[in-house]
């Protein structure tokens, strides 16, 4: 798997997917555990989705 998400789109993610599962905590729903999904792209620095939309965040397009 080749990165396909940039620094910013990272930062992003992460904020959105802490906020989501904070969400969730707070509330007592269990659908702030959506908000592992943009943590875990955040981390691994790839989105399958990017992949058929031909997406690519990162600063070098080679993924390198």
Request: glycine share 16%; charged share 10%.
């Given at each position: 798997?080749?990165?396909?998400?940039?620094?910013?789109?990272?930062?992003?993610?992460?904020?959105?997917?802490?906020?989501?599962?904070?969400l969730g905590i707070a509330l007592n729903?269990?659908?702030?555990?959506?908000?592992?999904?943009?943590?875990?792209?955040?981390?691994?620095?790839?989105?399958?989705?990017?992949?058929?939309?031909?997406?690519n965040t990162t600063e070098n397009p080679?993924?390198?």
């Open positions: 798997m080749k990165p396909n998400i940039g620094i910013s789109d990272r930062a992003i993610r992460l904020f959105i997917g802490l906020t989501i599962l904070g729903s269990p659908w702030g555990m959506i908000g592992v999904i943009p943590i875990i792209t955040a981390g691994i620095g790839f989105c399958p989705l990017y992949c058929p939309l031909k997406i080679n993924g390198h």
